[in-house]
Nanobody
Framework: QVQLVESGGGLVQPGASLKLSCVAS????????MGWFRQAPGKEREFVAS?????????YNTDSVKGRFTIARDNAKNTVYLQMNSLNPEDTAVYYC?????????????????WGQGTQVTVSS
């Protein structure tokens, strides 16, 4: 049974940083690309970032993250991270990690098979 468990969310002020983590179990982590998505109240879920199974290639939603976010992974720990810097109120959302089929690197939400429960990030003064 595949499980993805996010952590690291919270309430921060504008300009602050947060690092999200997602621990995976029930799958051969090193064969799965991983992605981060987010959903703000009243909006559709959107792609944030993804990383290949090796960690050597990444993709970002440049319109929304504009070089502020960095995705990385540690295959020895079955964990994918999202470092978020210079946070602003528009980043307020529930953040989800997700996994597509093995050896598939994609930014399309419908391609992802497994999802975590999400972690809330709130940016407010």
């Amino acid at each position: 049974q595949v499980q993805l468990v996010e952590s690291g969310g919270g309430l921060v002020q504008p300009g602050a940083s947060l690092k999200l983590s997602c621990v995976a179990s029930g799958l051969t982590f090193s064969t799965y690309a991983m992605g981060w998505f987010r959903q703000a109240p009243g909006k559709e879920r959107e792609f944030v970032a993804s990383v290949t199974w090796s960690g050597l290639r990444t993709s970002y939603n440049t319109d929304s993250v504009k070089g502020r976010f960095t995705i990385a992974r540690d295959n020895a720990k079955n964990t994918v991270y999202l470092q978020m810097n210079s946070l602003n109120p528009e980043d307020t959302a529930v953040y989800y990690c997700a996994a597509p089929p093995p050896f598939r690197f994609t930014t399309t939400i419908s391609d992802y098979d497994y999802w975590g429960q999400g972690t809330q990030v709130t940016v407010s003064s």
